[in-house]
């Protein structure tokens, strides 16, 4: 029992970064129909940012952590600016090989920047405990379930009740329309790449958080989300919410659970398990949980 | 039949006036075309005879990216289907080849057969694992194929390092299969005729041979009925299935054949590697043919091979101009980035570039610049 509060914790501490990320997806997604390759990149130079921040300015963590975001959706706005744009009608896979390339070369700046370092968030939780239900989980888990949750609570929020909100959900519905009605297409545009790249830095310092440090390498931890926005729909932000729960949940229990009784699957088989559940969901309904269902008449 | 004659004199002049459809679908269209590919095979038969050793081994390793490049690019070119999983196929290639054609060592699997076995196998075994997951694939299409096939490549991953008893584990590798045609080494040294070639020349020509069989019969492809659906299904799946092109198979058919090729090419790599891990096969190497195929031009096979040429010369070309340009530096002199940090920027910068400015990648500045001299000298 002990055992099975601790993974369940655990997993959904790692399911709730894994649901920032992918609501960073879905805002860009919504708004352009183009997935960003680039996201990697942007929550570790996210966490790069924060981690600079505290240890070598000495700014509180809260402070360097609300910096990092807003850097980092700087950063976003501008890659939109500068590379996305341009691509404003042709065909989407060119778009989402564009945010390959980005990807590329802002991975490449986060090795340099962070070089063969381990970077630290300089969080208040580091390794430190908590008794829940019995079990001792690390207080980090739960902080990042609150965090997270929060962080998408406050976008979602914004979009549902803000007047700039509202110009964001007209856009991705349709933009023609949206234009017609007077709202800036463009920044709207921007405005999705900077809340998603914001997302990603706070995502970053979690991943990043816990006392150990990571290396520059996590980066591609942020893939994870790619099977979450498959399982919950690629449009809907409620269910990259459940989806990635749903798969840092399955990752945790087969983390603990399957080396007993499944060791034939491998060592690490819980960071493939993601890809497989979404090849399964990709085979059964391609449109997710809660994805708006592709009309498709051939 | 009012086939119209025309004399050799007028065609001269038009090179781009057909009379008939089996001129417009010839595989070289004019002459010229024809005359060129001819004197660029006959230098490139000589060039190893002028280059340094390590740069006929460079030239060997563009002829294989050059036949994955072709291989993705019929599926993402033609075919209109980005792959992000073609590192995937290129493992699977190289493995399969190493199993049949390697040598039985240390833990791992090998059966020693000749190349005339292992080369087609390296093809079809990954040709027929695209078989198994071209249904997936034909179902989803654009953005989705994209993610779908990025998790072929973690599984895939995830396989290699398992299954040690392929692929030696993770970290640890194995060795290639041998390159050994009905006895004959084509990666060691042989003398012939009493001039001596080393093994990466005797590898070269190998590697040349396989591209250009490769090469032709792509472009013969691209050039069928086949090519045409593949061309019609990008362009707009719902007209292609009204006009009876089969989607379904047709989507499969790019798969396979590109699977089909990132093998083969898979194969040949591992033995210019030298030593194969499952960390070889990962997303990087994707993104390296992807940006062989938008580097080079979508949907033409010269581009590909530009592409290709492209994108395994620029480290080099890095390291020459590292000693001009400030920008570079060895690992450790505190310049702005090492030559390999910065060769992968430009990698990530170029797709960014082409897809931005010239969407028909380096073959479209060719294009471009004969365009230019075609009127030369009225600009248009």
Request: hydrophobic share 55%.
């Amino acid at each position: 029992m002990e055992t099975f509060v601790a993974a369940v914790i655990a997993g959904l501490g790692a399911g709730a970064v894994y649901s920032l990320l992918a609501v960073g997806f879905v805002i860009i997604y919504r708004a352009t129909e183009v997935i960003n390759f680039a996201q990697p990149a942007l929550m570790i130079l996210g966490a790069y940012a924060a981690s600079a921040l505290v240890n070598e300015a000495g700014l509180p963590f809260w402070l360097s952590v609300l910096v990092a975001m807003v850097t980092l959706a700087g950063v976003g706005m501008l890659t939109e600016r500068i590379a996305l744009r341009p691509m404003i009608g042709r065909p989407s896979f060119s778009a989402a090989t564009v945010t390959v390339g980005v990807f590329i070369v802002l991975l490449i700046v986060a090795f340099r920047l962070i070089g063969p370092d381990i970077i630290t968030a300089g969080d208040p939780w580091g390794l430190s405990t908590t008794e829940v239900l019995g079990a001792t989980v690390f207080t980090l888990d739960l902080a990042k379930i609150v965090i997270s949750l929060t962080a998408v609570a406050a976008v979602g929020l914004f979009l549902a009740r803000s007047r700039v909100g509202l110009a964001m959900r007209a856009t991705a519905l349709d933009q023609e329309t949206a234009l017609a009605q007077g709202v800036k297409v463009g920044r709207m545009f921007g405005l999705s790449w900077g809340i998603s790249a914001g997302l990603a830095a706070l995502a970053g310092v979690l991943v990043s958080s816990g006392g150990s440090g990571v290396d520059a390498t996590i980066a591609l931890v942020a893939l994870k989300a790619l099977p979450v926005i498959i399982l919950g729909g690629l449009d809907s932000i409620k269910g990259s919410v459940i989806a990635g729960l749903l798969i840092g949940l399955a990752e945790g229990l087969t983390k603990v659970y399957q080396p007993e009784y499944a060791p034939w699957l491998g060592a690490n088989f819980d960071l493939a398990l993601p890809y497989l559940i979404m090849i399964v969901v990709l085979m059964v309904r391609p449109y997710g949980m809660f994805g708006t269902k592709e009309v498709v008449r051939v | 039949m009012s086939d119209v004659r025309t004399s050799e004199r007028t065609m001269r002049g038009r090179p781009l006036l057909f009379t008939r459809y089996s001129d417009e679908l010839k595989i070289f269209t004019t002459a010229t075309k024809r005359n060129w590919t001819i004197v660029l095979v006959a230098v490139t038969v000589a060039l190893p005879f002028a280059l340094e050793r390590d740069m006929v081994s460079l030239l060997s390793t563009v002829f294989v990216f050059a036949i994955g490049g072709i291989g993705l690019n019929i599926l993402t070119g033609y075919a209109g289907q980005v792959s992000l999983g073609h590192a995937f196929f290129l493992g699977l290639g190289a493995y399969t080849a190493a199993v049949l054609g390697g040598e039985q060592s240390g833990g791992v699997v090998g059966l020693g057969l000749d190349m005339a076995i292992w080369l087609p196998m390296a093809g079809i075994v990954p040709a027929l694992v695209g078989l198994a997951v071209a249904p997936l694939a034909a179902r989803v299409r654009g953005l989705y194929l994209a993610i779908l096939t990025l998790g072929l490549v973690f599984i895939g991953e995830h396989i290699f390092k398992e299954a040690d008893w392929i692929t030696g584990g993770a970290g640890v590798g194995r060795a290639p299969a041998e390159a050994v045609l009905f006895g004959f080494d084509l990666f060691a040294p042989h003398e012939i005729l009493g001039y001596r070639f080393d093994r990466f020349t005797v590898f070269y020509y190998a590697c040349f041979v396989i591209f250009v069989v490769m090469a032709f019969a792509a472009r013969n492809l691209t050039r069928s009925r086949f090519g045409r659906s593949f061309a019609a299904v990008r362009d707009r799946d719902v007209a292609a299935e009204v006009m009876g092109v089969n989607l379904l198979r047709t989507k499969t058919l790019a798969f396979v054949v590109s699977s089909f090729y990132a093998g083969i090419a898979g194969a040949l790599l591992s033995i210019i590697y030298g030593r194969i891990t499952p960390e070889n096969w990962n997303l990087f190497l994707s993104i390296d043919f992807l940006a062989v195929v938008f580097i080079g031009g979508l949907a033409t096979i010269s581009g590909s091979i530009l592409g290709a040429a492209f994108v395994v010369m620029l480290p080099k070309l890095v390291q020459e101009l590292s000693d001009y340009v400030p920008l570079a530096s060895d690992v450790g002199q505190g310049g702005l980035f090492t030559i390999f940090q910065l060769q992968s920027i430009l990698f990530g910068v170029l797709i960014v570039v082409f897809l931005v400015l010239e969407p028909r990648g380096l073959y479209g500045l060719w294009v471009r610049v004969r365009n230019y001299f075609k009127a030369w000298p009225f600009s248009y």
